[in-house]
């Protein structure tokens, strides 16, 4: 088509082959969308297009990405707020006709295809990258992954582990969990490890756990993005971006009960800790 179609935060190009999306910069640009810059989104990587009313007088044009075939997105998991989500774009109401062209127009060269993509098609962000979490620098120079331990931050595991770098090849996935809420990581899953026995992240020397102020989403998941890319370009067929594994009822009943003294200490909120508590439970 080669037309653009501009919206809050972000503008989209449309081409014959291919989505090109264009983010802005500025204070009210989230800051994940900056990082990103731009992405291009080959129309084979879109499942679906929706159009829907959003808030305060806009409407959103939504590109639905095919599963497997975006390692951001991937790597999330569906943990990132719809504010956050690359893949849509908020217009003023006043422009609904004119999204509602360009959605028709956009489904009409979509295959519709919902089943996951044996490859990535949408490149990752590009090595070399880093970020600060709470216990450790974390780096990515496309090979291989390093962890620094931050004598500040870091559990005793950790200290008599010492540093540690990760081969991409003995690798078999990341765990990402926002660093938005409650016990927020980055775990690297190795192809030697069990994951069934996997220690919490704070004990485990293949992860490093964010904070407040540590391991932003804009900077902690473009990185488990381009790891993750790595890792199955590497001919890791089985990289996955998993979900934490389920505990046993004797480890979840501790955690509770952790959860139960940082609240009395008012260092957790009556929300935070019904919302995990439940997350928790969730688990038996």
Not at 53 to 73: F, Y
Not at 98 to 116: F, G, K, M, N, V
Request: charged share 25%; proline share 7%; glycine share 8%.
């Amino acid at each position: 088509m080669g037309d653009v179609l501009a919206g809050f935060n972000a503008a989209w190009e449309f081409e014959s082959d291919s989505v090109l999306i264009r983010f802005e910069r500025g204070i009210r640009t989230p800051k994940l969308f900056q990082a990103l810059g731009e992405r291009r989104i080959p129309l084979e990587a879109i499942a679906a297009v929706t159009l829907t009313q959003g808030k305060r007088g806009t409407v959103v044009l939504h590109a639905v990405p095919r599963p497997g075939a975006d390692p951001l997105m991937e790597a999330a998991a569906g943990q990132l707020k719809e504010a956050c989500d690359p893949y849509r774009l908020v217009l003023p109401a006043e422009r609904e006709t004119l999204a509602e062209y360009y959605a028709d127009e956009l489904r009409a060269q979509l295959t519709e295809d919902e089943s996951p993509a044996e490859r990535y098609l949408v490149a990752p962000p590009q090595a070399p990258l880093q970020f600060k979490a709470y216990d450790a620098k974390a780096s990515f120079d496309g090979k291989s992954v390093s962890f620094r331990w931050f004598w500040t931050g870091a559990s005793s595991a950790k200290w008599k582990a010492g540093d540690q770098s990760f081969p991409v090849a003995g690798l078999s996935g990341v765990e990402w969990r926002s660093p938005e809420v409650f016990e927020g990581h980055l775990r690297l899953l190795r192809r030697d490890a069990d994951g069934a026995s996997r220690p919490q992240a704070d004990q485990d020397p293949a992860s490093v756990v964010f904070g407040l102020g540590y391991g932003p989403v804009h900077e902690s998941l473009p990185f488990a993005a381009a790891v993750l890319s790595a890792v199955r370009s590497a001919g890791s067929a089985g990289a996955v971006a998993a979900a934490s594994p389920r505990r046993d009822p004797a480890d979840i009943a501790d955690r509770i009960r952790h959860l139960g003294e940082l609240h009395e200490a008012g260092l957790v909120t009556d929300e935070e800790f019904s919302v995990k508590k439940a997350e928790l439970l969730a688990e038996l």
